[in-house]
């Protein structure tokens, strides 16, 4: 298995423009979450799916973020529109349904999101 | 939701030396306890877990001790060596959902 698998893996775009995250879980497993990682305030957990549904976006910072799982193998995460502050490394990670019996989280390898 | 607190929040060694970062917890349900490294410009990786019906784990340098009356764990590195320089992140599993809290991580730094 490739394990997760997040592109671009940078990004530097203008304040102002939307910007589009992409994952691909391991397959079989069936829980995706996305993460932001800055200095300041850590590893913070945005938003998590279970079987594709949407389970917890309390992370999310605020309107202009989005997220989408419209298969088992795919997941994007939308910034519209960009702001400085949003600068930082997003990852992306999957387990199976309990990560007690599947091995935990499996990262992915990040996008670093660069906005100017 | 799930209080996850680590300390220290930086340690410094000398190679050979043994380290140890201590990870509380608030969930009494938590269930699953693991450690990840994260190396400079890395992704976090798994290294080891524990349990809660286990007290310790070892994996040759690297051990995981659980106290579950006490809510919390705790990561041993024994004989430090350089390459263990990174952040470590404890994530206990909340008893209620299926959603790792992680901490706000250790930067480890091993001296050679």
Same mark, same amino acid.
């Given at each position: 298995?490739?394990?997760?698998?997040?592109?671009?893996? =940078?990004?530097?775009?203008?304040?102002?423009?939307?910007?589009? !995250?992409?994952?691909?879980?391991?397959?079989? =497993?069936?829980?995706?979450?996305?993460?932001?990682?800055?200095?300041?305030?850590? !590893?913070?957990?945005?938003?998590?799916?279970?079987?594709?549904?949407?389970?917890?976006?309390?992370?999310?910072?605020?309107?202009?973020?989005?997220?989408?799982?419209?298969?088992?193998?795919?997941?994007? !995460?939308?910034?519209?529109?960009?702001?400085?502050?949003?600068?930082?490394?997003?990852?992306?990670?999957?387990?199976?349904?309990?990560? !007690?019996?599947?091995?935990?989280?499996?990262?992915?390898?990040?996008?670093?999101?660069?906005?100017? | 939701?799930?209080?996850?607190?680590?300390?220290?929040?930086?340690?410094?060694?000398?190679?050979?030396?043994?380290?140890?970062?201590? *990870?509380?917890?608030?969930?009494?349900?938590?269930?699953?306890?693991?450690?990840?490294?994260?190396?400079?410009?890395?992704?976090?990786?798994?290294?080891?877990?524990?349990?809660?019906? $286990?007290?310790?784990?070892?994996?040759?340098?690297?051990?995981?001790?659980?106290?579950?009356?006490?809510?919390?764990?705790?990561?041993?590195?024994?004989?430090?060596?350089?390459?263990?320089?990174? $952040?470590?992140? *404890?994530?206990?599993?909340?008893?209620?959902?299926?959603?790792?809290?992680?901490?706000?991580?250790?930067?480890?730094?091993?001296?050679?």
């Amino acid at each position: 298995d490739a394990g997760v698998i997040q592109s671009p893996r =940078h990004e530097v775009t203008e304040m102002g423009q939307e910007v589009t !995250l992409r994952c691909k879980p391991i397959s079989g =497993h069936n829980s995706l979450f996305w993460y932001r990682q800055t200095m300041m305030r850590g !590893l913070e957990l945005l938003i998590y799916f279970n079987n594709n549904v949407p389970i917890d976006d309390s992370g999310m910072p605020e309107d202009r973020f989005s997220a989408k799982m419209p298969n088992a193998s795919f997941s994007t !995460l939308k910034i519209q529109p960009s702001e400085p502050r949003d600068s930082a490394v997003y990852f992306c990670a999957s387990s199976g349904r309990d990560p !007690l019996f599947s091995g935990g989280y499996t990262f992915g390898s990040g996008t670093r999101l660069t906005v100017v | 939701g799930e209080n996850v607190e680590q300390h220290p929040s930086t340690l410094s060694v000398q190679e050979g030396d043994s380290a140890v970062i201590k *990870c509380t917890y608030s969930d009494s349900a938590s269930n699953y306890f693991p450690w990840y490294k994260q190396e400079l410009g890395k992704r976090p990786q798994l290294i080891i877990d524990i349990r809660s019906n $286990v007290g310790e784990k070892k994996d040759q340098r690297i051990a995981v001790t659980l106290n579950k009356t006490a809510k919390h764990f705790s990561l041993h590195i024994t004989e430090t060596q350089p390459e263990d320089s990174a $952040v470590y992140f *404890c994530a206990p599993l909340g008893g209620s959902n299926y959603k790792l809290t992680f901490g706000k991580g250790t930067l480890l730094t091993v001296n050679p």
